[in-house]
């Protein structure tokens, strides 16, 4: 098998004309091929359009013309993201059948940095639960043992990066799904503060709201670049940020300012945990704060349990989903999807606009907390990965959970738009990854991405063989 490069390695040694990015793209499609049949992380190949985009880098280049920062790099994009002329299913027997007819802006954003899509990653339904199975093309595998989960909803793509089958992978987060993945996969994923790259689409309301767009990598300068390919205003999003740009990348080869103190929390004040995940993922907050010479304090912002403000407007989301399709298209939905939608329906005006107040005071605890603490360190996930069929456990640390009682560390910071980071924490005795979430202050992304560099320089993360 050819050697695993960085997105970054790939990218400068095709600008250098050490490899042609048609031998970049032969080497993706020959690791896809050896191991995406026990994975099925990809549930869509363009294996001759790629090979085309690769002509297209390699002409380019020949011809002396000016390369992008992602020319020559295969990536995969996740089916809840339309890509021009590639089946968009959504990950549902619904649209099973749908073929996008132009590129979001993210992809549009990719393509013209020459980054070259080799084909869709696959994603629970509609994205709404945080392991990868659906009734289309069934359960992806997590590449550390195949038999479990790689988590979600950015599962497919989760699974593709850590087994090395492209070094780059689009994602998205609307409660935890960029960072649930990484910490269950053990690779490097970043929800940037929201509205830092643009969903400019057409979505649901209430997933607007929470659902930041973003990487999964296999390096924290692979999704730097990436970012720097990405972010920007659009017209089209009324959330968008403005600025900065180009100055991703740097920050992650940039030393971190000096800090005061951070904060870790093992439960947040409310959540169970597997003992081995919390040993894990404190042993690496006390090894980044080594790493940083600052001084690392147990606190946490003092919120109680987010989750029900988080259901109120991400079912509100999904419900429109639902209304939108025909009866027919309905009845081959997951029950899963639709009795989550079906929340929303008995909700009044009043009690969304109580969520959203909730919303407002919990992003008011975060800033007072972050007068005190530079980063809020968590565990990622609750416990490590369980079978990727399902169910979630439920039972935790002894403790009987909810069917999300194994994400209560992500979701808050969907709420409150935060950027956060999953960094591999080490592998626990059952042989599989734990994931230190790193959450710093809004739109302090380039302060998230200087800290995450120094910590994998410093513990460099492992893949599996």
Known sequence: ??????????????????MTAREAVEAALKRIDAQNPALNAFVTLDAEGAMRQAAEVDASRDRGGQL?????????????????????????????????TEDSVQVQRLRAQGAIIVGKTNTPEFGYKGFTENKLFGATGNPWDPSRTPGGS?????????????????????????????????????????GRIPRAGDHAPGWGTHSTLGPVARTVRDAARYLDCTVGPHPNDLDSLDGPVGVYEAAAQSQ????????????????????EVRRLAEAAAHKLAETLG?????????????????????????????DRMTEEQRSLLERGFVAFAEQA????????CIALEERHQLNRLMTQFFTEYDLLLTPTVACTAFPKEGPPPREID????????????????????????????????????VGLQVVAPRHHDQLLLSVSAAFEAASPWQFPA
């Open 256 to 275: 971190p300012p000096k800090l005061r103190r951070i904060a870790w929390s093992a439960d947040l004040g409310y959540a169970a945990v597997e003992p």
């Open 294 to 322: 600052v001084e690392l304090v147990e606190a946490n912002p003092g919120f109680s349990d987010p989750m029900p403000t988080w259901y109120t407007i991400a079912a509100a989301g999904d419900v429109v989903i639902l």
């Open 345 to 352: 329906r008995g909700l009044t005006a009043a009690q969304m």
């Open 154 to 194: 950015s599962g497919g793509s989760a699974s593709a990066v850590t087994a090395g089958m492209v070094p780059l992978c689009t994602a998205s987060d609307g409660g935890g799904s960029i960072r649930i993945p990484s910490a269950f996969s053990g690779c490097y994923g970043i929800k940037p503060s929201s």
């Open 398 to 433: 002894g403790r009987t959970v909810t069917p999300a009682g194994y994400l209560p560390f992500t979701p808050a910071f969907n709420v409150t738009g935060h950027p956060a980071a999953s960094l591999p924490a080490g592998l626990a005795n059952d042989g599989l990854p």
């Open 1 to 18: 098998m050819s050697e695993v490069l960085s997105a970054v390695e790939t990218a400068d040694r095709i600008r250098s004309k050490q």
């Open 68 to 100: 992008g920062l992602l020319a020559g790099v295969p990536i995969g994009v996740k089916d809840l993201e339309p890509v021009a002329g590639l089946r968009w299913t959504m990950g549902s027997m619904a649209y099973a059948e749908q073929v996008a």
